[in-house]
């Protein structure tokens, strides 16, 4: 007898569902049906627990920024300054190389910011791992901003696929921000 899943962990499986069909096809070329059909379940269901398309797109954007959140909270766990910097880019790293999916669902979501209610879920989202990091590194203005330029850098060379076999010009920009190429 299969086991019956609550409305908390059909959501929980409808953002996976959701945050694999935006990385892919991006905002406005991923249909709904296609999401409920990934998560197995009616597109009505998926509209009884989201209402809208956007909203689904609001809480998978919501969910990746709350979850990279609590990325750098373990990371920097018991760390103070460079060291809590290090240690959240370290695990970002980890992030960027393992898992496309939330890279490209990422970027995603920054395309998306044309809507207004879309852009907003963003920059809060964004702004809470900017506050984090520095509240938890102490680190004035200029070393948060060359935390997160990384980071952002990072991001387009990990979208061109140029991480595992640089090229000469790649290869500057990945050792400029800490990595061996």
């Given at each position: 007898?299969?086991?019956?899943?609550?409305?908390?962990?059909?959501?929980?499986d409808l953002?996976?569902?959701?945050?694999?069909?935006?990385?892919?096809?991006?905002?406005?070329?991923?249909?709904?049906?296609?999401?409920?059909?990934?998560?197995?379940?009616?597109?009505?269901?998926?509209f009884?627990?989201?209402?809208?398309?956007?909203?689904?797109?609001?809480?998978?954007?919501a969910?990746?920024?709350?979850?990279?959140?609590?990325?750098?909270?373990?990371?920097?766990?018991?760390?103070?300054?460079?060291?809590?910097?290090?240690?959240?880019?370290?695990?970002?790293?980890?992030?960027?190389?393992?898992?496309?999916?939330?890279?490209?669902?990422?970027?995603?979501?920054?395309?998306?910011?044309?809507?207004?209610?879309?852009?907003?879920?963003?920059?809060?989202?964004?702004?809470?791992?900017?506050?984090?990091?520095?509240?938890?590194?102490?680190?004035?203005?200029?070393?948060?901003?060359?935390?997160?330029a990384?980071?952002?850098?990072?991001?387009v060379?990990?979208?061109?696929?140029?991480?595992d076999?640089?090229?000469?010009?790649?290869?500057?920009?990945?050792e400029?921000?800490g990595?061996?190429?």
């Amino acid at each position: 007898m299969a086991t019956r899943l609550t409305a908390t962990e059909r959501k929980d499986d409808l953002l996976d569902a959701a945050m694999i069909e935006f990385a892919e096809h991006g905002y406005e070329g991923t249909s709904t049906e296609d999401i409920a059909r990934r998560a197995g379940i009616s597109q009505p269901y998926l509209f009884r627990l989201f209402g809208t398309k956007k909203e689904l797109f609001k809480g998978t954007v919501a969910r990746c920024f709350r979850e990279t959140l609590e990325m750098f909270q373990r990371a920097a766990e018991g760390t103070r300054g460079e060291e809590a910097l290090k240690a959240m880019g370290g695990a970002y790293m980890d992030v960027l190389e393992n898992d496309r999916v939330r890279l490209r669902a990422q970027m995603q979501a920054y395309a998306a910011c044309d809507d207004p209610d879309i852009c907003e879920v963003v920059r809060n989202g964004y702004g809470d791992l900017v506050a984090y990091a520095q509240r938890v590194s102490g680190l004035p203005a200029e070393e948060i901003t060359t935390f997160f330029a990384r980071g952002m850098l990072l991001n387009v060379l990990a979208s061109m696929q140029v991480m595992d076999e640089p090229e000469p010009w790649t290869r500057l920009l990945l050792e400029g921000c800490g990595k061996e190429a």
